[in-house]
């Protein structure tokens, strides 16, 4: 692959997957609306925005035969997002039905991915794996809340609440949001062992040409003196 294109490598993947997560999460966590139509849009624009990265994985950084899951992941997440995208479909049964159907199949197909990367020791197995089980928990998460589901508690000194199921239900996408962040940020951050290893045989050979160097000065002198 071209120098201009090597610009862009698995830990820019990881990481801009998890500042964009990190925002979704932000965003849901400091809203005190959690109804539908906020968490639709944070949603759409949070699906949209991966799809983005995810082409420019299977564009920039992924070898052939490994682009498919990349390529499914990014066309899942615009119809997904152009879906959840139009305000006069936003609403509760919308949100539990274009979410828990994202997170099942971006999820299977992330572990899928990611089960098969392993044997090719691909640096994205693990994320794959762990997104990937993270996003089919969100959509068996979401499809247990029972529909129309409400239920009322009372704070002292503070008073009555109504906890309905879709506050239920964008409080987990902001949470599997949040521990994605967390985990591709990890990930991204920290120092690759491949890297280290790469470097030890340049510096041998550093080494090598240094000594080779000196040899052929020493024959040189040698010679010299010989005459």
Do not use: C, N
């Amino acid at each position: 692959m071209s120098a201009p294109a090597r610009a862009f490598t698995v830990r820019h993947v990881q990481l801009l997957r998890a500042l964009f997560a990190a925002i979704a999460a932000a965003m849901i966590t400091f809203s005190s609306d959690h109804s539908a139509p906020v968490g639709l849009s944070v949603f759409s624009g949070f699906v949209f925005v991966t799809a983005l990265v995810q082409v420019l994985a299977a564009w920039l950084v992924l070898p052939e035969g490994s682009r498919w899951s990349s390529v499914l992941l990014a066309a899942l997440g615009v119809v997904a997002g152009m879906t959840s995208g139009i305000p006069a479909w936003r609403s509760d049964d919308l949100f539990f039905v274009v979410v828990s159907v994202w997170a099942l199949l971006s999820g299977g197909i992330e572990l899928l991915a990611g089960f098969r990367a392993r044997r090719s020791a691909d640096p994205l197995a693990r994320d794959a794996i762990t997104v990937g089980a993270l996003g089919i928990l969100l959509g068996i998460a979401l499809l247990l809340i029972p529909a129309g589901f409400i239920q009322e508690y009372t704070i002292d000194k503070a008073g009555t609440f109504l906890l309905s199921g879709i506050i239920l239900g964008v409080g987990m996408f902001g949470g599997y949001a949040a521990i994605v962040a967390v985990f591709l940020g990890i990930a991204g951050l920290t120092p690759k062992s491949k890297d280290a290893a790469g470097a030890l045989p340049v510096a041998d050979a550093v080494d090598d040409d240094t000594a080779s160097g000196a040899d052929t000065s020493a024959t040189a002198a040698e010679r010299g003196g010989d005459r």
